[in-house]
């Protein structure tokens, strides 16, 4: 299964969800793998620091620009997954990407800015649909409230937006703003292989959201 992680907005949670899902993948035992196409290389960065400090277990990771369509589909043959990082804006990668992909999963935070840009989002998917008619696109709700007076009325407003946009599956899953994911980050780890206990299970219940049992 190909899987790509990427939105038009910057500072939705994008990468942090990948490596997050694909840690998990791999710590149960799917041959996974990790695609960086972000010109940033936020997950190249992460995985070298996973590397030099020697955490178990490894984790294959490449890095690939531009058109990426035959690359992905090249790897889906040899992996059970591939996971792919592309930039927070309209992107070469993003476009290519999800022409090869099952999956987008689009991470979004609750804010007028990040919510705008599911228009643009739409009517690239609308264009990649003609070629790859079968993509299922899920927007996940990323970096959410954990307040809980504010996280209800949150996720409304969340949900109320989404409706506008129908070829879209918002997501159950909720990733929220947790420190646990900025302090396994620099550390190339992932929240499920720390403490948090809360953190771990909203990785959990997106893959298995995503793929089920």
Request: net charge negative; proline share 4%; with cysteine.
């Amino acid at each position: 299964m190909i899987i790509i992680v990427g939105c038009n907005k910057g500072g939705a949670g994008k990468t942090t969800t990948a490596v997050n899902l694909v840690t998990l993948l791999v710590c149960d035992g799917a041959d996974v793998c990790f695609v960086d196409a972000d010109q940033q290389r936020s997950s190249a960065k992460w995985h070298a620091d996973r590397e030099a400090a020697g955490v178990k277990p490894a984790i294959t990771l490449i890095e690939r620009r531009g058109n990426i369509t035959s690359t992905l589909l090249s790897l889906a043959k040899k992996y059970d997954h591939v996971v792919v990082d592309v930039a927070g804006r309209n992107s070469q990668e993003l476009i290519t990407g999800a022409i090869a992909a099952d999956i987008l999963i689009a991470p979004h935070q609750c804010s007028q800015l990040d919510l705008d840009t599911l228009g643009e989002l739409a009517t690239q998917v609308e264009r990649v649909r003609d070629l790859n008619p079968d993509l299922l696109v899920y927007v996940y709700h990323s970096i959410a409230s954990t307040n809980p007076i504010l996280a209800g009325q949150e996720r409304h407003e969340f949900l109320t937006f989404m409706a506008d946009f129908p070829t879209f599956t918002p997501m159950k899953s909720i990733g929220h703003y947790r420190k646990a994911y900025r302090d396994a980050f620099p550390l190339g780890l992932s929240v499920i292989e720390g403490p948090n206990e809360k953190a771990a299970a909203e990785v959990r219940e997106l893959a298995q959201e995503v793929f089920g049992d």
